[in-house]
């Protein structure tokens, strides 16, 4: 099956800092996208974004298909931002469930 | 966004009884739900793929017999945990998708499951 790798898995920034988290995928996709995680576990949806580029506040993502990565931008990092980022792609059509990294543990301290 | 809901959020059962979980699309149509399970401090995988009228798919090495899946109608599929042991306690959550392909999937709000 396809594999998806995310790095860092760790992340730790002051507040203010801009960070970028990176996607590698195995193969073709139809469908990525982004997550975030909150202390209670809902998945909050931040972009759905298989290729080109998306942009939403202080968040955009960039996919680009051919070379197989995608790159979630952070910019002006505040505390609530910390949590845990996924991406998670879909290699098939909408019959098929999301395969997901392993996620980023993004820390935004005070 | 498409709205998931799944109830119960958390549920505390005693070892060798059953739990029920429902995962509901609110304002769509879903003939394919998805079931996802998470360790703590691991990533989600997929469990098994809900199907309206008929079978669920199971991952390979999900028991099928232990996590009986039904998806009775278009909005609503139920996850039922059999025989529930402590090895079973985990993050359940669900997702579905609003349309037919390559669309965007939305995530119910998970249901923690502790087995005493």
């Known amino acids: 099956g396809i594999q998806v790798e995310q790095s860092p898995p760790d992340l730790i920034l002051q507040e203010g800092a801009n960070s970028t988290l990176r996607c590698n995928f195995s193969?073709?996709?139809?469908?990525l996208q982004w997550f975030h995680q909150n202390p209670w576990g809902q998945l909050i949806n931040l972009f759905y974004?298989?290729?080109g580029t998306k942009q939403n506040g202080r968040l955009s993502a960039t996919t680009v298909a051919t070379e197989r990565y995608s790159l979630l931008y952070i910019s002006s990092s505040q505390t609530t931002d910390s949590g845990v980022y996924f991406c998670?792609?879909?290699?098939?059509?909408?019959?098929?469930?999301?395969?997901f990294g392993k996620g980023t543990h993004l820390i935004i301290q005070p | 966004g498409a709205v998931v809901s799944q109830h119960p959020s958390w549920v505390i059962c005693k070892s060798g009884t059953s739990v029920k979980i429902e995962c509901r699309s609110l304002?769509?149509?879903?003939?394919?739900m998805f079931w996802y399970r998470q360790f703590p401090k691991q990533s989600l995988m997929l469990m098994a793929t809900?199907?309206?009228?008929?079978?669920?798919?199971?991952e390979q090495g999900v028991e099928k017999d232990k996590f009986l899946i039904n998806h009775a109608s278009l909005t609503l599929s139920t996850l039922t945990v059999t025989s529930a042991h402590p090895e079973d306690s985990s993050f359940y959550i669900c997702?579905?998708?609003?349309?037919?392909?390559?669309?965007?999937?939305?995530f119910g709000q998970g249901t923690r499951l502790t087995v005493v």
């Open positions: 997702s579905a998708r609003d349309g037919l392909m390559n669309t965007e999937a939305f």
């Open positions: 193969d073709s996709v139809n469908n």
């Open positions: 974004i298989p290729s």
């Open positions: 998670a792609v879909d290699a098939g059509g909408g019959a098929d469930g999301l395969t």
């Open positions: 304002d769509f149509q879903a003939t394919t």
């Open positions: 809900s199907n309206e009228g008929s079978k669920a798919t199971y």
